[in-house]
């Protein structure tokens, strides 16, 4: 019976990977002192980042084929001390501004091998010495016709479809209120034209009992 309750932490550790402790299949954990890791993926040929537990406080990623570092990849690493990130081929576009900030804001001990390996223009730049203005920008490519197309004229003839939809709503609301006004007022006329017409029946009818 006891079983169970670990089958689903196991469980919920497969499908979150977030359960603290766990080496990243790839790499090598080494424990340090006061539960810190050592997490060696030296040399592995990774070209993406596996996530790390929160205890990292050694990342070893150099010799790897890491081209970019997505943003928040570090962030939830914050017992980190020294990141060796020397040796992969990064690609210094507007993506780099993450690791950029990551190692001006943070006081982690970082090697000096962190360098662009592309664009050509950046080829062996260090990361740390970049400047934003050396970045391109991170405004989206010119979009094709064809986005155009299929995304953006579908939400704009979706819209046209709206407001038109609206304004027949608006004007049939209108319409309505108008006939309940015509009619409202017709009511009125007959309901006077009848209790004219009983008024005068009875006078005549008093006149003739009085004669
Ligand atoms: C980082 O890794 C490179 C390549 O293995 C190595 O030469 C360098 O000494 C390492 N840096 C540190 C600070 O350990």
């Given at each position: 019976m006891l079983v169970c309750p670990k089958l689903i932490i196991l469980g919920l550790c497969l499908l979150t990977t977030s359960c603290g402790g766990d080496c990243p299949v790839e790499c090598k954990c080494v424990p340090l002192d006061r539960g810190a890791l050592r997490v060696d993926c030296s040399?592995?040929?990774?070209n993406s980042l596996p996530s790390f537990p929160k205890e990292t406080a050694e990342l070893l990623l150099q010799g790897?084929?890491?081209t970019t570092v997505p943003?928040?990849?570090?962030?939830?690493?914050?017992?980190?001390?020294k990141l060796n990130l020397s040796s992969n081929p990064l690609h210094c576009d507007c993506t780099i501004r993450y690791l950029m900030m990551w190692i001006s804001d943070g006081d982690v001990e970082i090697?000096?091998?962190?360098?662009?390996?592309?664009p050509l223009s950046l080829y062996g730049e260090r990361v740390s010495q970049?400047?934003?203005?050396q970045i391109a920008s991170c405004s989206r490519h010119p979009r094709l016709c064809s986005d155009f197309l299929f995304n953006d004229a579908f939400l704009h003839i979706l819209i046209i479809l709206l407001l038109f939809l609206m304004i027949c709503c608006l004007a049939a609301f209108k319409k309505i209120k108008f006939q309940i006004k015509v009619s409202d007022h017709s009511v009125d006329h007959k309901w006077y034209r009848y209790t004219r017409a009983r008024f005068l029946r009875r006078r005549s009818y008093t006149y003739w009992k009085d004669e």
């Open positions: 040399f592995r040929d990774l790897n084929q890491i943003a928040g990849a570090f962030d939830n690493l914050v017992n980190l001390k090697d000096d091998g962190i360098r662009c390996a592309s970049l400047a934003g203005s």
